[in-house]
T-cell receptor
């Protein structure tokens, strides 16, 4: 058990809809990362927060947004969903952003857009 | 964007064989990590290497970081069915790029009993 909790585990929704994925980091970890994993693209970095502030942005679509709250949990909002957004979405946390800091991953949310 | 190329993409071997998987980039990394991911779960960290030329051993797994810190390899001795999984390398850039951890697409390993 990594200590990172993601909910829900599975999500099925229709095109055009909006969903929110939630992540609770490991106790004591200040940094949260969001990744998207698909079969053809692998693990793609979306966005990172550290202690409530956005620190790095990857290939995150404008239809996607995220935030980290004062209690350090994070939410990833996906809107105007398209079929191609179907993927596994992982949240990870780390205690710091220093080089070498390990990431602890949750078990992901599997999003299916129909 | 820093890219990590992993090879081979797929590997199927018999129990007891040795294997090496590779992780290559044209970019320099401040550190490199290897993760293993099993179906239905998130990746789990195996090792972190930070010094060029560094070699780390974890039981039957040997990890090496290239001298120029642009590439890495993972060698497994006497593979076992429990080694089956997706092996991912991930690198942190230098300077402002150190915030981001970039993953390769992985090597899917199957060890047949």
């Amino acid at each position: 058990d990594s200590g990172v909790t993601q909910t829900p585990k599975h999500l099925i929704t229709a095109t055009g809809q909006r969903v929110t994925l939630r992540c609770s980091p490991r106790s004591g970890d200040l940094s949260v990362y969001w990744y998207q994993q698909s079969l053809d693209q692998g693990l793609q970095f979306l966005i990172q927060y550290y202690n409530g502030e956005e620190r790095a942005k990857g290939n995150i679509l404008e239809r996607f947004s995220a935030q980290q709250f004062p209690d350090l949990h994070s939410e990833l909002n996906l809107s105007s969903l398209e079929l191609g957004d179907s993927a596994l979405y992982f949240c990870a946390s780390s205690v710091s952003i220093l080089a070498g800091s390990p990431l602890h991953f949750g078990n992901g949310t599997r999003l299916t857009v129909t | 964007t820093q890219l990590l190329e992993q090879s081979p993409q797929f590997l199927s071997i018999q129990e007891g064989e040795n294997l090496t998987v590779y992780c290559n980039s044209s970019s320099v990394f401040s550190s490199l990590q290897w993760y293993r991911q099993e179906p239905g779960e998130g990746p789990v960290l195996l090792v972190t290497v930070v010094t060029g030329g560094e070699v780390k051993k974890l039981k039957r797994l040997t990890f090496q970081f290239g001298d120029a810190r642009k590439d890495s390899s993972l060698h497994i001795t006497a593979a076992q069915p429990g080694d089956t999984g997706l092996y991912l390398c991930a690198g942190r850039g230098t300077g402002a790029g150190s915030y981001q951890l970039t993953f390769g697409k992985g090597t899917k390993l199957s060890v047949i009993p």
